[in-house]
Structures are given as structure tokens and as C-alpha cells.
């Protein structure tokens, strides 16, 4: 079974706007990692902001915040005042199974790819 | 100097070629990933090495072979590959701590044609 589900293969705001990246994930464990990486066009992927299962409140870095629904196992992105330079496709990524070592294996979505126009 | 560096960032291989993906991270990291992207797709994990050793084979077929020499460097040898192959190879790097999950830290990959 699938673990991250994006729904959104492609979305558009205008700058300066706020939208929402969407992902919901399954996992049958209490502690678990939650994260959205950003992947312009020159390939590298870029962190952006995690989310732990035990955090009580939701994450923010910048103009990124994380909107976690826990019971509805979804961790939605928010990007705030939307640049040009936001455009990329994201990526949202769990790691589960924490307690065990051996790498952080991540697993991730299928990515949705944000067009911010002017 | 990034963090993590791939090279080459392009590369055209034959079916009966023999070819090395080079990745290296400066960034003091004990874990180093190989990922695939291909098109359409979630990135899948091919391999995961911690402290050097390989912790992960992600049932990836025995003509990608990989190789840690040190912590700061990971190499994918290619042969016999087929064109269903062709896609953009991440390496990535972490620090592995069993008290939570650390962030990767991705290079920009390399872009493989098997034709």
C-alpha cells in the first residue's frame, strides 16, 4: 500500500498568494517523521521543513508551514506570500519504523509541481 | 563546495557498457543513500549504507552495484543496464541516530540515457 499520497499533480498561484500542498500518509506507528523537500529544475532536492509525530505544535520555517491533522494523517504544506522562485515540485516524505537504526530510510510522494505566476 | 556532489550530471550509456556514478558528501555524515527518480514516480530507495556498511537492498537487480569506501564517498557501478534504466540517480547523505530522523541532504543527481 501506498505510504504518501499527493493527489495534486500540478497547481498554479499567483505570487505573493499562500497555497497548500496536500499530502496525507499511512503508517501503523506512533513515532514518525514527516517531511517536504522542494526540487527546482536543476534536480537537487532541497529540506524544507519537518514534523515529528510527538510535536505538538505544528511546524514552521520562514514562509513554510506545516499544517498537521494527525487523526486524519495528513500533513499538508503551506507556503506563505508565494515567489517566483517557489516554483518546483514538492515532495512530501515519512520516516517510520524510527526506533530501529540503519539509515533514515524516507519514503515519498509522487510530487506536485507549483507554477507560481505573476 | 556543496554539501553533496554527484558527478557525472549527465550520462549516455549503451546497453553493454560499464559505467561509475561518483557521489560525495563534505558534510561529516555517517549514512549514504542511492536513490532513483524516474518519471511519474516516487523516488525510490535502491541502497542505504550506515557507518560504511550496507543496511539496505532494496531488491534492486544485481547489474546496479554499490560501493562505500569511506563514509564521505558512494559509487554506483553500472553494467548491462536496459533502457528502463534511464532515469535521474540521487545520492543523499544523513546522519544516522536512532533517536530520531534526520534530514537528507540530496545532490542534484545524475541524469542517465541507456539506450
Known amino acids: 500500500a501506498q505510504k504518501i499520497t499527493q493527489t495534486q499533480p500540478g497547481m498554479f498561484v499567483q505570487e505573493k498568494e499562500a497555497v497548500t500542498l496536500d499530502c496525507t500518509y499511512d503508517?501503523?506507528?506512533?513515532?514518525?517523521?514527516l517531511f517536504w523537500y522542494k526540487q527546482p529544475s536543476s534536480g537537487e532536492m532541497i529540506f524544507l521543513i519537518y514534523?515529528?509525530?510527538?510535536?505538538?505544535q505544528n511546524a514552521t520555517e520562514g514562509r513554510y508551514s506545516l499544517n498537521f491533522q494527525k487523526a486524519r494523517k495528513s500533513a499538508n504544506l503551506v507556503i506563505s506570500a508565494s515567489q517566483l522562485g517557489d516554483s518546483a515540485m514538492y515532495f512530501c516524505?515519512?520516516?517510520?519504523?524510527?526506533?530501529?537504526?540503519?539509515?533514515?530510510?524516507?519514503?515519498f510522494g509522487t510530487g506536485t509541481q507549483l507554477k507560481v505566476e505573476l | 563546495e556543496t554539501g553533496v556532489t554527484q558527478t557525472p550530471r549527465h550520462l549516455v550509456m549503451g546497453m553493454t557498457n560499464k559505467k561509475s556514478l561518483k557521489c560525495e558528501q563534505h558534510?561529516?555524515?555517517?549514512?549514504m543513500y542511492w536513490y532513483k527518480q524516474s518519471a511519474k514516480k516516487p523516488l525510490e530507495l535502491m541502497f542505504v549504507?550506515?557507518?560504511?556498511?550496507?543496511?539496505e537492498n532494496n531488491s534492486v537487480p544485481s547489474r546496479f552495484s554499490p560501493e562505500c569506501p569511506n563514509s564521505s564517498h558512494l559509487f554506483l557501478h553500472l553494467h548491462t543496464l536496459q533502457p528502463e534504466d534511464s532515469a535521474l540517480y540521487l545520492c543523499?547523505?544523513?546522519?544516522?541516530?536512532?533517536?530520531?530522523?534526520?534530514?537528507?541532504?540530496f545532490g542534484s543527481g545524475t541524469q542517465l540515457s541507456v539506450l
Open positions: 549504507y550506515s557507518l560504511e556498511e550496507r543496511v
Open positions: 514534523q515529528g509525530s510527538y510535536d505538538e
Open positions: 543523499a547523505s544523513s546522519q544516522d541516530d536512532t533517536a530520531g530522523p534526520e534530514k537528507l541532504f
Open positions: 516524505a515519512m520516516r517510520d519504523d524510527i526506533l530501529t537504526g540503519g539509515g533514515n530510510k524516507l519514503t
Open positions: 558534510l561529516g555524515h555517517n549514512a
Open positions: 503508517t501503523s506507528d506512533q513515532s514518525y517523521g
